[in-house]
């Protein structure tokens, strides 16, 4: 291509549109012109960032690739606001991070970065002009990081929060499984007592003895050896008397703690020829009755997680109002409590005096998720987590506490800034704890950090008024 050719080619870019002659073909000598097919890798993710690119013809899409995610950043393209791209002169950009691929056969020029002192000279209005640019493809790409560290943390307590579902639901279902068939049995045993034609005084035994072993009375806490022996006795007490099937009802019986003793009371008032009966009908209530709480514990947990999300997000609530963080910080343990059961020990530390703030409580919740699940994974499932709220003169403090390995003195005072992360390719964007900070600061408040191996303390300090 001619050097006639590439100043006409600059002369179309906006930021250069207005450049005098002599200065447009100082910038085509000073850069390399390259051209592309379509689909051809531009910049390698994680490359240096040494050179401006200028998009004379076609364009590039740039994505993070990362672990099980590729993520669109943005389109450069010749003619359109973005035709100058890569490295920009003030810009921090040491490594590009996201890998471009050609989108149509392209054009381009590449301009080292070790020219920029001398085209800001000779150019004065290029500065400006580039900065703009610089500022709008900035602003753009921390919108788009930040919506899509927003997905990601709604994708991973989406995660959470189904697979904390999934526990009582399937224990539930099981549970109403198994209710059909001692409903069944309790009928069936039920009939059949009715044909032994049972005196008045036999039935009210009997109804007495099932709601006393039914009712809220002290469970055995057993071994399983212990268990197996009181399992043996009872199985051996029922054979003896010609019970049918004794094997299959002595564990129900033992685990509504039903001992031999009582239930010789009931033989005594039983007829023999009934007893069999009796004892079927006793141990298909106890079924019925366990059964029964059992959906009754898992519908309650559903319960529990449904009413966890809701003040999580606090969807039902006005964006500001008077907050009792506490009540944040525990729907946040609950949300994230898959992760937790896996070897974290929890400390609540509420001080009796916690004041409620003025605040979005559903932001807030964003801070407590951050922070915490930060703290978790730095303890890699295993550890002490503190969590502590207070008042600290005119002050909210929250603390979240971890002894995990700590933060590096070299790296904590980056952690704030946004896109940076200690974590691997794919494990994080960088902007959880940016966006945590910028929450607090819009709340007037302030957040640090304190870290040594064994303990990292994050606090929040909200102002109360």
């Known amino acids: 291509m001619s050097g006639t050719d590439l100043v006409a080619a600059l002369r179309r870019v906006r930021v250069f549109q207005d450049l005098p002659e002599e200065d447009l073909a100082w910038l085509a000598a000073q850069g390399r012109e390259a051209r592309y ?120 307590l989406s995660a959470g929060l189904a697979h904390e579902l999934n526990n009582p639901a399937a224990a539930g279902k099981r549970a109403a499984a198994s209710l059909r068939g001692a409903l069944a049995e309790l009928s069936g045993a039920g009939e059949r007592l009715e044909g032994h034609c049972l005196e008045r005084e036999a039935r009210a035994a009997l109804g007495a003895f099932e709601r006393r072993a039914a009712g809220d009375r002290p469970r055995p806490a057993l071994s399983p050896l212990d268990r197996g022996d009181r399992e043996d006795e009872l199985a051996g007490w029922l054979e003896d008397r010609g019970v049918p099937g004794a094997w299959d009802l002595a564990p129900g019986l033992v685990e509504a703690g039903v001992e031999p003793g009582e239930l010789e009371g009931l033989a005594k008032l039983i007829p023999e020829a009934a007893l069999g009966d009796a004892v079927r009908h006793l141990t298909a209530t106890l079924a019925v009755e366990a059964l029964t709480r059992e959906v009754e514990d898992s519908t309650g947990r559903i319960s529990e997680l449904v009413g966890a999300i809701k003040e999580h997000t606090h969807l039902d609530r006005a964006p500001r109002g008077p907050v009792d963080v506490r009540r944040g910080l525990d729907s946040t343990l609950t949300i994230l409590g898959h992760k937790l059961r896996g070897g974290v020990r929890v400390e609540r530390d509420y001080a009796p005096d916690v ?70 390719v794919g494990a994080g964007s960088g902007l959880g704890l940016d966006i945590s900070g910028r929450i607090v600061r819009g709340h007037r408040g302030e957040i640090r950090v304190t870290s040594r191996p064994g303990e990292t303390r994050f606090q929040v300090r909200l102002p109360i008024r």
Request: hydrophobic fraction near 40%; aromatic fraction near 6%.
């Open 37 to 156: 097919a379509e689909g051809e890798v531009v910049n390698r993710q994680g490359a240096p960032a040494d050179h401006m690119l200028i998009f004379l013809e076609g364009g590039v899409e740039a994505r993070r690739e990362e672990e099980g995610l590729v993520g669109r950043r943005y389109i450069a393209r010749a003619g359109e606001p973005d035709e100058v791209s890569g490295k920009l002169p003030y810009s921090r950009l040491t490594n590009f991070p996201s890998t471009s691929r050609t989108l149509a056969p392209t054009w381009l020029l590449r301009l080292p970065e070790s020219a920029f002192p001398e085209m800001l000279a000779r150019m004065p209005t290029l500065g400006p002009r580039l900065v703009a640019v610089m500022a709008d493809r900035i602003r753009d790409a921390t919108q788009g990081e930040s919506q899509r560290e927003q997905l990601l943390a709604l994708g991973r």
């Open 355 to 424: 004041p409620t703030v003025e605040a979005n409580a559903g932001e807030l919740n964003q801070v407590w998720t951050n922070l915490i699940d930060n703290a978790i994974d730095a303890m890699k499932g295993r550890g002490h987590l503190l969590v502590r709220a207070g008042r600290e003169g005119d002050h909210l403090l929250v603390e979240i506490v971890d002894d995990g390995p700590g933060i590096p003195p070299d790296v904590q005072p980056h952690i704030f800034e946004p896109f940076f992360t200690t974590k691997g």
